[in-house]
């Protein structure tokens, strides 16, 4: 495909930092561990660093879905008790919905939530 499905936060700038005339880490930045290729020299090593400032993820996976109320029995609110349509995504899925990758053969079965709704009068709705 010429997606990517989970794709890692992307660099979106870097800057170089040096102790030895006061800057610090620009706020947003994160230090990059020193590794075997980063080779400044002895008396640089402690004053020259790098920072990176990362971007948002950008694949299909990352994308938070909005969650709604698409079917329901029975069709229509009663007088006592109607169905809170707007909060009930919210509340089945506070962190919102995103999809998984997977394999055609490993692909997982539905999941489905059950709980109970009580109102401020003490009235139930049972969801699933």
Do not use: W
């Not at 990362?54 to 009663?78: E, Q």
């Amino acid at each position: 495909p010429d997606f990517q499905v989970n794709a890692p936060a992307p660099v979106t700038d870097v800057v170089v930092i040096n102790r030895s005339k006061g800057e610090s880490t620009p706020r947003g930045y994160h230090l990059v561990r020193r590794g075997a290729s980063c080779n400044v020299g002895k008396s640089f090593a402690n004053e020259i660093q790098l920072a990176v400032r990362y971007g948002k993820a950008r694949g299909v996976c990352n994308i938070p879905l909005m969650g709604a109320t698409l079917d329901r029995f029975p069709a229509v609110d009663s007088a006592k008790l109607p169905l809170p349509s707007r909060e009930l995504p919210m509340f089945v899925f506070p962190s919102g919905l995103h999809l998984r990758a997977c394999k055609p053969t490993d692909t997982p079965l539905p999941s489905c939530f059950s709980f109970v709704f009580t109102n401020a009068r003490g009235d139930l709705i049972y969801v699933c």
